[in-house]
């Protein structure tokens, strides 16, 4: 019997089929990029709706004091995406151009020293969050309840970390041998797993936010042990074979392979962590508004990570698509794939943007419940109002880093992301809270108190208008600068480096 359509793939087709009719992408290339990217989004869409679900079950079981805590727990556990993301980025140029060049030897090895990165990475992470979970949180708020539930979660989840970057790395893998329906499946089912989890936790035994964490450890524990089953076994119950096999007793301290990742990794890893180091300053600036705004702002940033999945799809297909026309040789194609990802990926975002920007109200309302804290509900409101008009440049930032990555030339990604928050988006969201004053001289010790002209003015506290701006910046700087970065044409020479040169290999 033929499968019903599915609507993810039907939709994210017909925008590409559309643009192809006006010309301004190929048919074909929409198609594959559409069948790469579209298997991607639905695990995007099951994962960050599990974890928007997290944030509503605790704000209706407990309150925004729960929603606050679990907020300032969120950067430590996305350290997990962000180690882990660098080393998959290594993963996906190693296993995408070994795959295009059939040197399945190499793509084994790949695989393992991957592996071993992430736990050598991400273990410690776990020491440390379950010795100093109260500390950390206090790094960032002096909200007492707060800080107190959100070590409770933090304590708890850290034991997911490992977990959740050897799926990041198994996805890679599987995407990187064009296949995005396997990830689909293990990731989507371990998310759908942990939304059953968290409500059984939460509701029915109200083990409150030390259930939402333990919900998310044993759904990462099973979608990991899903991905090593299919790699050893070269196959899966009801998904049947894989194009390839790893065999799990290989070497994994491969030192060539292991400077490869490392060495394509670390910038994407840098990037990853960007953002999440980011969030540390940002939330504490946010706390400055006090708890609404906090809660709000991680309602927020829940519904800006749903917007954002058409990212995942088309970040990964041009990584995919783009480093196997570079491992076939083909720089000419690569480069054809990477510019029509990009306008795809906007195209898509901007249509989420405008579902979202209708519907705002009613999705806000469904974090707090009853709506009993409505100051909560209307500042979320105009954050995603924000969020709305930001997005759509997502859609180039991830397009071209893709394609950027799948060549190795990582470190433009890097900068793009660090600019953005670092430079603009932390900046502006401090002159929300805060303002600034300069005064007119400052005197110097060093230089026998001598006073020093400033020229003195100050800038009144922008408001919510800060972070309005904070959200916009963050998307416009890596958007310029990785479309710039990807218009030199300067990775086509660095993926020449990392292209497989050995012959071909059954093992």
């Not at 040197?103 to 736990?119: D, K, T, W």
């Not at 050897?166 to 990830?183: H, W, Y």
């Not at 297909?317 to 990009?342: F, H, K, Q, T």
């Not at 953005?420 to 805060?434: D, E, K, Q």
Request: proline share 5%; net charge neutral; hydrophobic share 55%.
């Amino acid at each position: 019997m033929d499968r019903p359509p599915n609507p993810i793939r039907l939709l994210i087709l017909y925008i590409g089929l559309g643009l192809a009719r006006l010309g301004l992408i190929g048919g074909e290339r929409a198609r594959r990029t559409a069948d790469l990217a579209w298997p991607r989004i639905v695990t995007g869409i099951a994962r960050m709706s599990k974890n928007a679900v997290d944030v509503a079950m605790v704000g209706i079981a407990i309150g925004p004091a729960a929603i606050a805590g679990v907020g300032f727990a969120s950067p430590f556990w996305g350290l997990a995406f962000g180690v882990g993301g660098g080393i998959a980025g290594g993963t996906i140029a190693l296993v995408s151009q070994r795959y295009g060049a059939e040197a399945y030897g190499e793509l084994g090895q790949a695989v393992r020293s991957s592996a071993l990165l992430v736990l050598v990475f991400t273990l410690p992470l776990t020491v440390v969050f379950w010795r100093y979970p109260t500390e950390l949180i206090s790094l960032i708020s002096d909200d007492a309840e707060a800080i107190r539930l959100g070590a409770d979660y933090l304590r708890v989840v850290g034991f997911g970390i490992p977990f959740a970057g050897l799926n990041l790395v198994g996805s890679r893998i599987f995407v990187g041998l064009d296949d995005a329906r396997t990830p689909m499946m293990f990731r989507g089912g371990g998310a759908v797993a942990n939304i059953v989890l968290n409500a059984t936790f939460i509701f029915v035994l109200e083990f409150g936010v030390v259930g939402a964490a333990m919900g998310t450890v044993l759904s990462n524990a099973a979608a990991a042990s899903a991905f090593a089953v299919a790699l050893v076994a070269g196959r899966f119950p009801g998904l049947g074979s894989f194009p390839v096999r790893v065999d799990p007793l290989g070497s994994y301290l491969h030192l060539a392979t292991l400077r490869d990742l490392i060495e394509i990794g670390l910038p994407v890893m840098a990037r990853g962590l960007v953002w999440t180091v980011a969030e540390f300053p940002m939330l504490g600036i946010v706390d400055i508004f006090g708890q609404n705004t906090v809660a709000a702002y991680v309602i927020a940033r829940r519904i800006w990570g749903l917007m954002n999945v058409p990212g995942w799809g088309f970040g990964l297909a041009a990584s995919s698509l783009v480093g196997r026309e570079l491992g076939a040789n083909d720089e000419g194609a690569a480069e054809s794939y990477g510019r029509e990802i990009m306008l795809f990926a906007f195209a898509t975002y901007f249509l989420s943007a405008v579902i979202v920007f209708a519907f705002a109200e009613p999705i806000v309302n469904a974090f707090v419940g009853d709506a009993s804290d409505p100051a909560v509900v209307e500042i979320g409101i105009g954050l995603v109002y924000a969020a709305c008009f930001a997005i759509p440049l997502k859609g180039i930032s991830s397009g071209a880093s893709g394609a950027l990555e799948a060549s190795g030339d990582t470190q433009w990604t890097f900068y793009s992301q660090a600019a953005g928050m670092f430079g603009c988006a932390i900046p502006l969201a401090y002159l929300g809270a805060a303002g600034l004053s300069i005064p007119a001289a400052v005197s110097v010790p060093l230089l026998g108190s001598v006073a020093v002209p400033l020229g003195g003015f100050s800038i009144p506290a922008l408001g919510l208008v800060g972070l309005y701006l904070g959200f916009i910046s963050e998307t416009a700087v890596p958007a310029a600068i990785n479309y710039w970065r990807f218009s030199t044409d300067k990775w086509k020479a660095i993926s020449r480096a990392y292209r497989p040169d050995a012959a071909p290999s059954d093992d």
